[in-house]
């Protein structure tokens, strides 16, 4: 079992020169296992769960961690939730501390589902991540998703992939 490691994301097929192109393989049923794996926690603004500010939010969380040497893209990954119709949070990995950003520690087990298609199919999603946690005889904690392209890269792409990343809790017999 390795810890804090992530799938493997190339960062450098970068066509764009924003998004970087997803490649899903070795993404999905991967089971994480994080111990104290550090993230930057920022936080948007939604109205009916569609955000609102999550372009600059995400702009200056990127240059904060850019700026602190923080990022790396060997080690790369965004979680994002709902937390509210108002409000969604968002955990970017990163290598070290980054100043005036509040920061947090992850520790346990996450299972990953990879997804294609629209944001709309989110609760069908959700039913696949329940089934495949149940199936590791598992509760279900918080379930995050990385979206791993912004809508106009997707568009590009022809392809909106999203990799569910949920908790996994012991309990299940």
Known sequence: MQVN???TYDASDNPTGCCPRFKPEGWDDQELHFRD???????TK??????????PVFQSTFAAIEEAGAYD????????????????????????AVPERE??????????KVFEGPFQDLPKWEEEVLAA?????????KNYYFYTTCPKCAEVYGKNYVVAVAELLDGRA
């Open 73 to 96: 893209d060997r080690d790369f990954i965004v979680l994002s939730r709902d937390i509210s119709p108002s409000e969604a949070e968002h955990y970017f990995a990163v290598s070290k």
């Open 37 to 43: 794996k550090l993230f930057v926690r920022a936080t």
């Open 133 to 141: 946690v149940r199936s590791r005889r598992r509760d279900m904690g």
């Open 103 to 112: 920061m947090v520690r992850w520790s346990g087990d996450y299972l990953t």
């Open 46 to 55: 939604s109205e009916h769960y569609v955000p609102i500010d999550m372009g």
């Open 5 to 7: 490691r992530l799938p």
